[in-house]
């Protein structure tokens, strides 16, 4: 079987995928999608036109077994007739005076919901603009496992040490998330967009 970047295709990624879209008027999207293996099940809901995804592992894979790796067994999971199983995808809108403000979000599994609040903080408490925000370090915790992780070399070793002499465990990890965002400056009245560059076909583009 032919690998389709010997023909010079674009490498289609297995992750999440996110977008974000503001118009004119400023009226904002916010969209992140997944199919999980390619083509998800490969089934088309009919009349849809579009795949439906093969999620399925995502409920519990043990009931009633919760380990170190993050896998929760319990009842709230347990796969049932049209019951949807857990899910960390965090498409975002923040309005300001009921009007949109900022659409934000990132691929990236159980990281997602980490990553998306970061960067809303990042611009709202931290006075960052969009781009700033995206390219700000990230950090994730999820209960279990009881570790911190943290992406490699966006901490110095003197805040990694300070934290863990607070009693708590961290790894290093490689790039959390994939975010793009868009951002509306009401001050100076522009649309800014912002594309992470963990990965290489990510892009911000205005029309």
Do not use: C
């Amino acid at each position: 079987m032919s690998d389709e970047r010997e023909f010079a295709n674009i490498y289609e990624s297995e992750d999440t995928t996110h977008f974000s879209v503001v118009d004119k008027d400023g009226n904002m999207v916010s969209l992140t999608y997944t199919l999980e293996n390619g083509y998800g099940s490969r089934i088309v809901a009919e009349g849809g036109g579009y795949l439906l995804n093969n999620e399925m592992g995502d409920f519990n894979a043990v009931p009633g077994v919760t380990n170190r790796d993050g896998q929760i067994g319990t009842p709230p999971n347990l796969i049932a007739p049209e019951k949807r199983m857990l899910s960390s995808m965090s498409p975002t809108i923040v309005a300001q005076d009921g009007r949109p403000l900022m659409a934000i979000g990132s691929p990236g599994g159980r990281t997602i919901i980490n990553t998306t609040m970061q960067l809303i903080l990042n611009v709202i408490d931290h006075g960052m603009n969009i781009a700033e925000a995206m390219e700000a370090g990230r950090i994730h915790h999820q209960w279990l496992p009881d570790v911190t992780s943290m992406e490699e070399r966006s901490f110095s070793p003197d805040t990694i040490n300070l934290y863990e002499a607070m009693g708590h465990e961290t790894r290093v990890r490689g790039r959390q998330g994939s975010a793009m965002g868009v951002y509306h400056d009401r001050e100076n009245g522009l649309f800014m967009g912002g594309a992470d560059s963990r990965v290489g076909d990510s892009g911000a583009a205005g029309y």
